[in-house]
C-alpha cells in the first residue's frame, strides 16, 4: 500500500529527499517525475482518509490533487477530512526546528517502521557520535535511503517562503528553520 501511494505521486513529486536541497547533508533517495504505473495488487478498493491543516496554504487544493492521484490507482478511495487527528494518511507542512539534514528528518526519526527501527537508531546513534564530515554524510545518505524504502514519510516539495513588506520597508539577512524574525532584521528605508 505504501509503495502504490509512493509511486501513484510520483509524477508530481518535486522533492527527491525529506531533506530539502540545499541543506548540508541532502542525498536524492525518492524518484522523480515519469509515468510512473502503481502497482495495484488488492482486488477491491482500500478505503483511507487524508488529513490536511486547512490554514496551510492551498492545503485543500493540494489535498484534492492528492486524493485524484491516489484515487486513479484504481485501488483506493480516499476521504478528505481536514483537521482530523486520527486520519491515515495526513498531509503537513512541517518545517525543521533547526536547519540541520536531522532535524528535517525527525518525523521519520520519531516513528520509523519496527523493522527497521534498529538499523534506524544504530544510523542516528553513529551519526551524532561521528566528528568525521565524509562519515557523518556517509550516514545521513543512509538514513535518507532507509527513508525511501520505508515510505513512512514522503517528501512532496519544496519551495521558498516569501515575507512581504511595504514599500520603503527593508529587511537584512535570511531567516531559515529554527531562526526568529526579529525586529532587528527590519528597517524602515
Known sequence: LRQAIAVALQRDRTSDSIVPTGVVGHTSAFPLGGKAKPK???????????????????????????????????????QLKPGATDADLTLLDRKAWTATALAWMQPYLDAPLP???????????????????????????????????????????????????RRGVEMSGSYGPGMQLGFFGISNG
Request: no cysteine; glycine share 6%; aromatic share 4%.
Open 115 to 165: 523493522t527497521a527501527a534498529s538499523t534506524v537508531r544504530t544510523i542516528e546513534t553513529e551519526f551524532r557520535a561521528t566528528t568525521e564530515d565524509g562519515k557523518a554524510n556517509r550516514l545521513l545518505a543512509a538514513l535518507q535511503k532507509q527513508a525511501a524504502v520505508d515510505l513512512i514519510v514522503l517528501p512532496i516539495s519544496q519551495s521558498d517562503e516569501h515575507v512581504y513588506l
Open 40 to 78: 495495484v495488487t488488492w482486488n477491491s478498493r482500500i478505503n483511507l482518509t487524508l488529513g490536511y491543516d486547512a490554514s496551510m496554504p492551498n492545503g485543500q487544493d493540494i489535498a484534492t490533487q492528492i486524493r485524484i492521484r491516489l484515487e486513479n490507482t484504481g485501488g483506493l478511495s480516499v
